[in-house]
Every structure is written in structure tokens, then in C-alpha cells.
């Protein structure tokens, strides 16, 4: 059987996106904080140990997510070229990073879709035994998506090292209100600061800076890097 999953059907239900596929929306106001979704993590060492995990969970094989393309990579012994291929990606699209490098296989979790300005978290405790939590970071209204961050690098990248970051990984482009937000104060207040260290005052008079770094903070306090790739984040 698969790991145990538990979300709040009362608050959230799984809807077409219109720019994301599917995703997680709210069917009713949740307030800043609230836990949604309660998993039972499949924990391994490495990217390796979670493939064989799948390969040996039907249930897992069969009923986690499994990206359209993904590389052919060499076996180990015993199985073949596309099994294994099959089962790295469904552990790399559906595994988390956890606190201390562990890697956890979360089925229900990896069904959020990415924000560049996410309003939930994930949060993991360093206890193998503990269940991995999604809470909300800040309110959400009904028939709003709920999203988390898939790197907690990129909250402190503009957008063009965003887009970049996330086609190269993930290969996919980020239509998130921040992406396709015409001016959007954090990204004009990175882009400021590289040039001009001297705005970071005016930036945190505004505001706009202490916004950036609470939520750069509360996400990295999460499990906030999905591992598609197996790499560390930069």
C-alpha cells in the first residue's frame, strides 16, 4: 500500500488549473497557518533508494505521477532500462527534500502545483516517525489555488532566473501572479539591489523587503525543494 495521505476535504478539492494542470483549490476561506494536508512520508537516503521503493509498491508504480518525458538512465542489475527510467522520474516528480538531505516520497503532496509566490508550505520535522504537514502562509479565499514553492532559492532570484531555473529543472514556464505580474515590487527590488545596495534601506521602509524575506524565511523552514532533478539546489 501507499504511504497514508490526509487532506482536508472540507477545505480544498482537486480542480483543472487553466495554466497549471491539475491542482489543489480551496472550496472555503482558510486562514494563514492552517494545517491542510497531512502525509506519511516514504523516507530514503538518495534519489535510488526512493526509485526502488516504487518498483516494488504497485500502488506506488501505478498511481504516482509520471512527468511526459524523462530521460533513459542505466539499470542496476535485474531491471530494465524503461522500468527503472519510469520509476526515477515518478520518485524525482513526486520526492521532497527534507531537513538534513533525507528524501521523502510525498504522493499527496506533490499534487500542488509550483508559485513563485506561494501561500503554503511544507513542513517536515527531522523524526523519520512525524507526518509531513502542509500549512497555509497566508490567507486564502474560496476558489483560490493553493500552490507551494518548489525551491526556496527562487524567491530571492528576478524573474528571468526564475523562468530559467524552472525550465531547465522542471521544464515548465511559471504563469504564477508573480511571474506574470507587469511590476512586481519584490522582483523590482532584487533587480535594484544587485545594482544599488544603497535602495535596501529605502526597501525596507517600503516594506517590501521584510515581505520578501518572511515568506524566503517560512518557506526555507519547510520542505521547500521538490527533487525532479535529484540535485542540490544552487
Not at 501561500?119 to 502562509?137: G, I, T
Not at 545594482?195 to 515568506?215: D, I, K, M, Y
Request: with cysteine; proline share 6%.
Amino acid at each position: 500500500a501507499s504511504a497514508p495521505g490526509d487532506h482536508d476535504a472540507a477545505a480544498m478539492e482537486m480542480l483543472t488549473s487553466s495554466t497549471a494542470g491539475r491542482g489543489f483549490f480551496a472550496t472555503r476561506h482558510i486562514r494563514a497557518g492552517e494545517r491542510i494536508l497531512t502525509e506519511a512520508p516514504i523516507v530514503s537516503d538518495n534519489l535510488a533508494q526512493l526509485a526502488h521503493t516504487v518498483l516494488t509498491m504497485p500502488a506506488l508504480r501505478d498511481g504516482l505521477h509520471l512527468p511526459v518525458r524523462y530521460p533513459m538512465l542505466d539499470p542496476p542489475t535485474g531491471t530494465s532500462q524503461e522500468e527503472w527510467s519510469r520509476a526515477m522520474a515518478q520518485a524525482t516528480s513526486n520526492g521532497f527534500r527534507a531537513p538534513g538531505g533525507r528524501m521523502l516520497l510525498l504522493a499527496q503532496t506533490a499534487l500542488f502545483n509550483h508559485s513563485c509566490r506561494p501561500n503554503a508550505a511544507v513542513y517536515a520535522h527531522e523524526s523519520q516517525d512525524e507526518l509531513v504537514q502542509v500549512r497555509l502562509l497566508r490567507d486564502v479565499n474560496q476558489g483560490q489555488e493553493i500552490a507551494i514553492c518548489y525551491d526556496s532559492s527562487l524567491h530571492k532570484m528576478p524573474k528571468q532566473r526564475r523562468q530559467a531555473l524552472l525550465h531547465s529543472r522542471w521544464g515548465f514556464e511559471c504563469g504564477c501572479p508573480r511571474c506574470t505580474a507587469q511590476i512586481d515590487p519584490v522582483d523590482a527590488l532584487l533587480t535594484t539591489t544587485r545594482a544599488n545596495p544603497a535602495s535596501v534601506q529605502f526597501a525596507v521602509l517600503e516594506g517590501e523587503f521584510e515581505r520578501c524575506a518572511a515568506v524566503a524565511e517560512a518557506a526555507t523552514r519547510a520542505v521547500t525543494d521538490v527533487l525532479h532533478t535529484g540535485t542540490e539546489s544552487n
